[in-house]
């Protein structure tokens, strides 16, 4: 069954302390993860998306990792901020003959404290 | 440069009515996809139009239909209404379908009473 897991559902962490967010997924055949930030009564934002051949991008203080063999990624956010109060959601994409789906995971919901 | 605009923001309805929610993508995109998101289930896919064409469908009842027009702006309708219908529903846009990059909107704020 084509799924994806993320941990921790929740997580509270001191400003300016770093953080890792952690997607697992069982799809086949796998096209691109995407990590998605998503604050609170707003739509989600894109923050990377991944192929099959990325490892890691960055983008500003999130760093996006992607290890194809064990069908993990995981979010890395540096040096906190209050704003990075949201919930991040992990998508991955399955392509079969031309047609493609999106599997989501359920999100976690981070919550950065002053 | 306008985001995706999604309107109307929130909405009040009782079950066995219908709705439509309107979805303006952004000036240049063609790919309009929508997507429910409840607390239970998180987002799931609804459909996506491209070229006023549906390419793509989730899994969800006849209910949930959709439409596209030249403008590229998409309308989603949901007929006879039920409770668990209530959900945030988003709309996002991009140049192609499944693009690299989708821009969402705020979203329909639905309750069904």
């Known amino acids: 069954k084509n799924q994806v897991e993320q941990s921790p559902q929740s997580l509270i962490i001191l400003e300016g302390k770093n953080c890792t967010l952690q997607?697992?997924?069982?799809?086949?055949?796998?096209?691109?993860l995407r990590w998605y930030k998503q604050d609170t009564g707003r739509g989600p934002v894109s923050l990377t998306i991944?192929?099959?051949?990325?490892n890691t991008k960055s983008n500003g203080r999130y760093t996006a990792t992607l290890d194809a063999d064990t069908k993990q990624s995981s979010l890395h956010i540096t040096a906190s901020q209050l704003s990075d109060s949201a919930s991040y959601i992990c998508?991955?994409?399955?392509?079969?003959?031309?047609?493609?789906?999106?599997?989501f995971g359920t999100g976690t919901r981070l919550k950065v404290l002053a | 440069k306008a985001g995706v605009t999604q309107t109307p923001r929130y909405l009040i309805k009782t079950r066995g009515q219908q709705v439509t929610l309107s979805c303006s993508p952004i000036?240049?995109?063609?790919?309009v996809s929508w997507y429910q998101q409840t607390p239970g289930q998180g987002l799931q896919f609804l459909f996506e139009?491209?070229?006023?064409?549906?390419?793509n469908k989730g899994n969800f009842p006849g209910r949930f239909s959709g439409r596209q027009f030249s403008n590229s702006r998409s309308e989603m309708n949901v007929s006879t209404l039920e409770l668990g219908d209530s959900a945030l529903y988003l709309c996002?846009?991009?140049?192609?379908?499944?693009?690299?990059?989708?821009?969402f909107g705020s979203g329909t704020q639905l309750s069904v009473l």
């Open positions: 996002a846009s991009s140049f192609v379908p499944a693009g690299e990059k989708l821009f």
């Open positions: 997607c697992n997924y069982t799809v086949s055949p796998f096209s691109n």
């Open positions: 991944m192929t099959f051949s990325e």
């Open positions: 998508v991955v994409t399955i392509t079969t003959s031309g047609t493609y789906k999106y599997i």
């Open positions: 000036s240049g995109h063609r790919s």
């Open positions: 139009y491209f070229s006023e064409t549906q390419r």
